[in-house]
């Protein structure tokens, strides 16, 4: 069965794989049009023809250059004629180690791509479109934003950051758009492969629910935090990560 136009459009980006795949897949599937940003163009194309060409566009590029940040926006306008939804899915974690040995221009590089891009996007969505006529913003952070995370510090700093540039977001682009913010656990992606591989078992054991993530846990997610059954909810970051935080408690 054909899936019904839903007359919006989306721009997913770090999406040719991953979570962010998973975001786009949920998107496509309601009927929403989408762009994807990527790094790899072979890999975007391959995504594309998945998802379906005949809604999905396309641009390569590095989330945290501004050109590309341009273009991506305006290909996407190009294409669709708006974009209602932004999902800052785009995201980078170079660096394994502790604090007191982070080399400083990799913090930065972390900060530029998981950070400052998405800010980026933001402020060009909200020009080209979503500053009049209104709609949705999504950033993804991770549980790693909202406590300690041993020997990822920087990624965790940089999500913990994402989590309050959706408070400020929020509150200023408010009423027009609505600004949230997604915080995953681990999800079985190639991203974090280095933490549950080999090991799957033990890492789903210290879920509550007893498993790992899924990318089409986290696109549930963005699908419902940029539907009509969100409208009165913005600032608010959504913890999709199993019941991890329920073992903290006493006993």
Not at 25 to 32: N, S, W
Not at 90 to 115: C, H, Q, S
Not at 204 to 215: E, N, T
Not at 232 to 249: E, H, P, R
Request: proline content about 3%.
């Amino acid at each position: 069965m054909a899936v019904q136009d839903s007359g919006k459009a989306a721009l997913v980006t770090g999406a040719s794989r991953g979570i962010g795949y998973g975001i786009a897949e949920a998107l496509v599937a309601r009927g929403d049009r989408v762009c994807i940003t990527g790094r790899n163009e072979d890999a975007l194309k391959e995504a594309v023809e998945r998802l379906g060409a005949d809604r999905v566009i396309g641009v390569a590029g590095k989330a945290h250059d501004e050109a590309h940040q341009v273009v991506a926006v305006e290909r996407a306008m190009e294409a669709f004629g708006r974009v209602d939804f932004l999902i800052n899915n785009a995201g980078t974690n170079p660096v394994f180690g502790p604090m007191a040995d982070l080399d400083l221009n990799v913090a930065r590089k972390v900060f530029e791509t998981n950070v400052i891009s998405a800010l980026g996007f933001a402020q060009l969505t909200w020009k080209a479109w979503q500053g009049e006529h209104g709609g949705a913003i999504v950033n993804i952070a991770s549980i790693a934003g909202v406590a300690p995370s041993p020997f990822i510090g920087a990624y965790g700093i940089s999500k913990a950051a994402m989590v309050n540039l959706t408070l400020q977001l929020a509150h200023e682009f408010a009423p027009k758009v609505r600004v949230n913010a997604i915080a995953p656990a681990v999800v079985k992606t190639k991203f974090a492969q280095a933490l549950y591989e080999g090991r799957e078992e033990e890492a789903a054991a210290a879920y509550p629910l007893g498993r790992l993530g899924v990318p089409s846990d986290i696109g549930g997610a963005a699908a419902f935090l940029t539907s009509a059954q969100s409208d009165w909810i913005t600032g608010q970051t959504l913890q999709v990560d199993g019941g991890m935080f329920l073992n903290a408690g006493v006993g």
